[in-house]
């Protein structure tokens, strides 16, 4: 396998999501703000983090939660105020850590003053800043649905055609064939670059190219045809060559339905585009846990990128529910489950992502009603089903799994009402568990989730084996469904990682090569004594233990 990329001060990085929203409720009024961003950036610094990624702080009537921007360099009333941020940046920058802004450029909100404008009549200049097509057959332009809805056209009624969106009809796709409107979103990255942030997560970036003239699909359900169209990657040049190119910045984009090849077009190091790419072959695609399909993804993903792009590594964040509930055991192994998923994440080749409250084993939620989901998909999708004559109750046991809302409720902090989160009414319920489950109860555990991702941060940041060493499985254990037995190395330092993903015990014969090598224990999620030397015959059920090997 080639040699590890050329080096970079984010490949060695740890990245902490904050969905500020949900975060940390400074003022009472029943939603997370920046200024509770603030008050808390010590626990996110505690556990060793480089890179926080706020998610969308800008104006928006929050019909996604703030993924329908209305004036991208303003910040929202709801998070605070310009000066709030300013403050964030100065005291994330004074701990050591870097401010990574999630920019939203394939689509505004339907009340951003270029929408008003571009919808107000056919030949307004702006009118191209978005698409617009007449009507075909009587009906939408053609038979494409959109993430959040059966139709990916809205009619308008005053000027008598439709516009496209890929979300939400609130959410109408910019027209990236509009070389002004291109030069605008260059500039407005521009100002936030020029305030000093880290870097951007593009959202949805994969969608920005459309296909000329916009033919039906010939399965309308298979949504692909939104993403990677011609004309993508020259738009990502020209964005990076007219933006980040010009700082000292990271950008990672988040592209679905990606192969590998593709991606690396998108992070391939010699391509003049971003660093890192967030791809969704897990976590859209692999509904639930299933090892040996987790094992050929990582497989393929490592041969296409390794050496010449860079991947993410993780397994939830505000769009997934959390990752103990989903791809592991939120129950009576609820505790060592959430460690094994994190030393898998932050030990697999790629650069891992935290999500708030996975540092302490936060779980997903169930709700017994659709009014107390406030997630736009999940809410139209259940229209639809009930629409279509779909038992309401059945409707919404189908949906409940993968709701966006899952990850979306409140930073447990601690036992205090509302999980210590807010004052005031939560803008969406807290997990009724957080009496037992919250950060304080944690930290206070001699078994804290927590403090397990502090060591496994710093020994990843001790070593450069992590951001950098080859990847090779043990071909022992290559097609076991439980175990996932591999080795990074890097010059002379090896690290083998043993992880047993069941509720049960699982015995291991070691190979006599590793038998008789010298090794020495690192890390694991059950108590043990590190730098203990020889291998386990046994690991316990959600075991995971990390090794040098000489
Ligand atoms: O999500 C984009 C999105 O939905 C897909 O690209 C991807 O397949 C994956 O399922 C993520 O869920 C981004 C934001 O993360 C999401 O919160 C927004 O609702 C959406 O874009 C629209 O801006």
Redesign the pocket.
């Known amino acids: 396998m080639a040699a590890a990329a050329n080096q970079a001060w984010w490949k060695k990085a740890v990245v902490y999501q904050v969905y500020w929203r949900s975060f940390y409720d400074s003022d009472g009024d029943g939603c997370g703000d920046l200024e509770g961003v603030i008050r808390k950036l010590d626990h996110i610094r505690d556990l060793g983090v480089d890179i926080v990624w706020l998610?969308p702080v800008y104006e928006s009537p929050d019909r996604?939660?703030g993924?329908?921007i209305s004036n991208y360099e303003t910040v929202m009333a709801k998070a605070g105020t310009m000066e709030t941020w300013e403050r964030l940046l100065r005291e994330t920058h004074r701990r050591g850590m870097k401010l990574m802004m999630?920019m939203?450029v394939?689509?505004t909100s339907d009340r951003h003053p270029w929408f008003v404008e571009s919808r107000s009549s056919r030949d307004n200049p702006k009118r191209d800043w978005y698409i617009w097509k007449d009507p075909k057959d009587g009906g939408a332009p053609n038979n494409w649905r959109s993430?959040?809805s059966p139709s990916a056209w809205t009619w308008d009624e005053r000027t008598e055609q439709y516009y496209f969106h890929?979300?939400a009809s609130e959410?109408p796709d910019l027209n990236w064939r509009n070389p002004e409107l291109r030069e605008e979103i260059y500039r407005t990255m521009r100002f936030w670059l020029d305030k000093g942030i880290d870097g951007f997560r593009l959202?949805?970036i994969?969608?920005l190219a459309k296909p000329d003239g916009f033919p039906d699909a010939e399965n309308p359900a298979d949504i692909r045809y939104l993403?990677n169209n011609p004309g993508l990657h020259d738009y990502l040049r020209e964005m990076n060559e007219r933006t980040f190119a010009r700082y000292d910045i990271v950008t990672v984009g988040?592209?679905?339905?990606v192969t590998p090849e593709e991606g690396l077009k998108f992070v391939g190091e010699d391509r003049g585009e971003l660093n890192m790419l967030f791809h969704?072959e897990i976590?859209?695609e692999m509904p639930e846990w299933d090892m040996l399909r987790f094992k050929r993804i990582q497989r393929r993903w490592y041969e296409g990128l390794w050496g010449k792009g860079t991947n993410s590594q993780f397994l939830n964040?505000?769009?997934?529910t959390r990752q103990v509930s989903r791809y592991g055991n939120d129950g009576p192994y609820r505790v060592q489950s959430a460690k094994l998923l994190a030393t898998m994440l932050h030990t697999l080749p790629g650069v891992p992502y935290i999500y708030q409250g996975e540092e302490i084993g936060m779980t997903g939620v169930r709700f017994g009603s659709i009014e107390e989901y406030d997630d736009?998909?999940m809410k139209n999708k259940y229209a639809e089903l009930v629409g279509g004559g779909a038992d309401p109750q059945e409707a919404l046991r189908s949906l409940q799994p993968l709701s966006?809302d899952n990850s979306r409720t409140p930073m447990q902090w601690d036992d205090s009402p509302n999980a210590g989160f807010t004052t005031g009414t939560p803008w969406i319920r807290v997990n009724p568990n957080y009496r037992d489950l919250n950060a304080a109860k944690d930290l206070a555990a001699p078994d804290s989730v927590y403090r397990y991702y502090q060591q496994l941060i710093r020994i990843r940041k001790e070593n450069d084996v992590m951001a950098y060493g080859d990847f090779t499985e043990l071909p022992e254990w290559m097609d076991d469904e439980r175990l996932y037995v591999y080795t990074r190395t890097l010059g002379g330092t090896t690290w083998l990682i043993a992880l047993n993903h069941s509720d049960e015990p699982s015995p291991l014969e070691w190979p006599a090569r590793l038998r008789g090598a010298n090794v020495r224990l690192l890390l694991a999620n059950y108590p043990a004594d590190v730098g203990q030397s020889g291998l386990p015959a046994t690991l316990r059920p959600h075991e995971a233990r990390i090794y040098s090997v000489e």
């Open positions: 998610n996604d939660n993924y329908d999630d939203v394939n689509h993430y959040f890929s979300f959410q959202d949805a994969a969608l993403t988040e592209a679905a339905f969704f976590c859209d964040n505000h769009d997934h736009i998909a966006r």
